[in-house]
């Protein structure tokens, strides 16, 4: 038997339902060997995270407020992935977004609750994307790595906001825990429902996903950002102007990720620390990468793998598997879409061996 | 010699198929060769010559078929399929299109690589000199075997190919493209060696889609046409047309072209220079001028400074020294978008790396310039309407066969691509057309096409540079030629008054040369 691999011309929908399905289905029965083997039943453990997610209200309200930052941070990588920028430090543009939402909103100035979440909000995105403008330049210059500038970037940042919450904008009144002074109450994002943690940066994270869906699909700048990441000669022989294009993308990519981190701030704590973020950032990138870089498949991701972690805790909870099972759901159904994606690519053909071609038969 | 008795065959191939997926490469296809003759394989790209080739030399496995060969005793046995290394033991020997050369070792190193034994403690050098000095001189192969590769030129690289062949003693020489590459006066020089190798009894496959050429070396050609063998005649009964129409299927339309109607200077260069990474691809102070109503050709060998002129006339570069006008303006910025705005049509070299998008649609590469333009743009969004509207004009206009124009660019074949690309530049009736290698792998029906649009642009009154490494479409096109060597550019007069030696001299660095041939 010999295999041959095919590239496909076209993919048919029904095979892309089908993929979808296997891929589901072997997800669930991938995972339950190692539930087995923690000594726990599958289906039990199953159901538990099931209910854990989105079994009451309760559950649904703590996976959105999960899936906020999910989104925003997965839009970071999904654009500036389409355009070919490698941007892995979606997880310090965010805290440099917290530090923005902090310096503005913890009492610089005092407006209205609309304006002043706007402030707070422009602040954010602007740190964030300021912080990614840092490594997108040193690559136009000097021909950086933005892979390694980003991921260590994340460190600096992450440094710095220790120093600050136990230096600069330590709160007097935490009783000497590391974190920052709170924000005025006018800064707070409001809740969407009474009594539950879900907020404002949920819609926002929506909106940021149908903006960005709009304006890569419909918009000259989208264009020129898709042309940018597919083929970077062609764009630039047909006078688009690449660099430049590169700069708006780890604006707006930085800026995402910033808008995260004041959900986190703003919608969540309410005051900056070191632990804001479980690695939002980092998660991000699988988001993206689960949602095949689409902006509205992104926000599908970011809830499904919300729900994931949301689940997991409260089945630990409940059978004492340990909550490390939605790093590896997630982890697997990541390997598992790109495995996926290489069935939707490309055909495989089943052949007789070498040597028995049909004409030496007799 | 071409037609001797069948115990003269070396080498036979009988219903050799090959299949990817739903594309049939090779239809059952017979060949045979004999001793002492050049046998063409003629035919376009995609015709299948390189699937068979690869085939005779065990890198694919047919579905169906038999390769036999002759041994030492003129027996004919079969050869195993699959297996590159009974190929090499049967005799059959290949020189690629791309040289198969460490650079950093001498030519006589690389010839007797891999013919050592391994775990002897010393080499035979003086034996293998003593043989090669023997192959040299019976084949006229000289070239200096004690340089290394690297100090060669694409020509003794070449000679450099065939000995390594030569010497393993092979009775079977294919030759994949291998003019190329060359000069025309190389490429004579290669004829005349392939012909004194014949002579002596060596059995030549001779890869190619240009006519000329084939008709110059030959004995017998064989053309095919997708997949299958469209016909087979003996070189010295051939004429040109019959070929053409038997490579392509159909009859082949005439380019015709009136005297140019010349205006003013349009785009001006003087003493232009541009550093690249090595001197012989850098501008040397360039200084020319392509009037309106003109074709201006430049020939040369690639690799001699043509990719800085095309940069800087497409706008991606510009110059570190000297002047370049437009219309009469000094160009200071290099700005694509600029130059599309004043009227200048650009067709890249590369169409797969530089000229599509091969993700985006066929709407969106050719909108793809004027992207920000109001034609495309309403209320801040994309007006997909009018793009697939100009698309769908395009299509028809320019005969582009794709499914629609939603089809994903890369599925397009070459000659579609680049009528999509000549759909994009030439629609809004460009003043200056900058035209680098538009027919490169195109097949002759798509090359007369491309060349019936320049010369009407041309005829329109358009200045059009046309820069080319392929000499039959410079004087059938061009109505002057520039020639440029190691970033010189020489004005070699009008064509009319041109012939192929004087330009291959020039091409070759020889003004003087040049200058005695054309007296002579």
Known sequence: ?362 | MPAGPDDDVVLALEGITKRFGALVANDHLDLVLRRGEILALLGENGAGKTTLMNILFGHYLPEAGTVRIADAGGVLSPLPHGSPGAALRAGIGMVHQHFTLAENLSGIDNIVLGTEPMLLPYRQRSAARLRLAQIIAESGLDVDLDVRVAALTVGERQRVEILKALYRNVRVLILDEPTAVLTPQEANGLFEILRRLAAAGLAVIFISHKLGEVLAVSHRIAVLRVGRKAGELVTAEADRRTIAELMVGKAVPAVHRSAPVVGHPVLEFERVTLRQRSARQSLQGASFAVRSGEIVGLAGVSGNGQQALAALTCGLALPDSGEIRLFGERLRRADPRGLVATGVARIPEDRNSDGVVGTMSVAENIAIEDVRGAAYNRFGLLDGRAMAARAREAITGYDIRCPGPDAETRLLSGGNMQKLILARVLEREPRVIIANQPTRGLDVGAQADVHRRIIDARDRGAAVLLISEDLDELFALADRLLVIHAGDITDAGPTGELDRGTVGMLMAGHPHAANEAATA
């Open chain 1, 1 to 362: 038997m010999r295999v041959q691999i095919e590239p496909r011309a076209t993919t048919p929908l029904s095979l892309r339902a089908m993929v979808v399905l296997v891929t589901a289905f072997a997800a669930l029965v991938l995972i339950a060997i190692p539930v087995a083997l923690a000594g726990a039943s599958p289906f039990e453990a199953y159901g538990l995270m099931l209910k854990g997610s989105v079994g009451s209200l309760f559950a649904v309200s703590e996976t959105l407020t999960r899936a906020a930052p999910l989104i925003l941070t997965g839009l970071a990588a999904a654009v500036a992935f389409r355009a070919r920028l490698w941007n892995i430090g979606a997880e310090g543009q965010l805290y440099a977004g917290a530090i923005g939402a902090v310096l503005v909103g913890s009492g610089l100035v005092h407006l209205p609750p609309p304006l002043m979440i706007a402030a707070v909000m422009l602040a954010g995105f602007a740190a964030g994307a300021l912080l990614m403008l840092v490594p997108a330049l040193l690559k136009q210059r000097f021909g950086a790595d933005e892979v390694v500038v980003t991921l260590l970037l994340n460190f600096v940042v992450i440094l710095l906001v220790q120093m600050l919450v136990e230096g600069p904008l330590k709160d007097p009144l935490a009783l000497g825990w590391p974190q920052s002074v709170p924000l005025i109450e006018a800064a707070d994002l409001p809740k969407l429902l009474p009594r539950m943690r879900v907020h404002l940066g949920l819609l926002v994270g929506l909106a940021a996903a149908l903006i960005l869906w709009v304006v890569l699909k419909k918009t000259a700048l989208g264009f020129e950002i898709r042309a940018t990441g597919e083929n970077r000669a062609a764009a630039r022989f047909a006078g688009i102007p690449v660099d430049m294009t590169m700069l708006k993308v780890a604006l707006i990519s930085g800026g995402l990720a910033g808008l995260a981190g004041v959900g986190e701030v703003a919608g969540v704590k309410g005051y900056l620390s070191a632990d804001l973020s479980p690695g939002f950032g980092y998660a991000g990138i699988v988001v993206a990468m689960l949602a095949g870089l689409s902006p509205i498949g992104t926000v599908f991701a970011a809830i499904f793998v919300a729900a994931v972690f949301v689940g997991a805790d409260s089945m630990s909870r409940a059978t004492g598997i340990s909550n490390y099972l939605a790093d590896l759901i997630v982890a697997l159904s990541l390997l598992l879409v790109l495995i996926s994606g290489f069935f939707l690519r490309f055909r495989l053909r089943f052949r007789a061996a070498a040597g028995n071609t049909p004409g030496r038969r007799a």
